[in-house]
């Protein structure tokens, strides 16, 4: 398996039991995928399993190259990679983080 072809990305998206000041929820995702398309159906269909809408993945990249431009080193993305080398049919996901309206303006 090519570690080449996997992707990371901050997915933005809902659910119906979110807290009552949020609006949505973003994590990082890690996923197997031959390219950009492939990574945005597979995380939208599992956040669609979990019972999620994805509204958007921002900031996406295949982890290799996302690993060579962090300034700032974070193991989250370097487990969640072990993790999805595993798991290549999963979506691994990182910490939720809830977001409120004014978050956004």
């Known amino acids: 398996m090519d570690e080449y072809n996997f992707w990371t990305g901050l997915a933005e998206f809902t659910t119906d039991d979110l807290p ?19 990574f945005y159906k597979k995380v939208e269909q599992i956040n669609s399993q979990m019972g999620g809408v994805l509204n958007n993945i921002e900031e996406s990249f295949r982890v290799p190259d996302f690993l060579k431009q962090q300034l700032i080193k974070d193991h989250e993305i ?9 798991s290549p049919n999963n979506v691994v996901y990182g910490k939720f983080h809830n977001y409120r309206h004014d978050d956004c303006e």
């Open 78 to 86: 370097h487990e969640m990679f072990e993790q999805a080398k595993k």
């Open 20 to 38: 009552s000041h949020s609006i949505g929820i973003i994590a990082r995702v890690v996923t197997f995928a031959k390219d950009y398309d492939a």
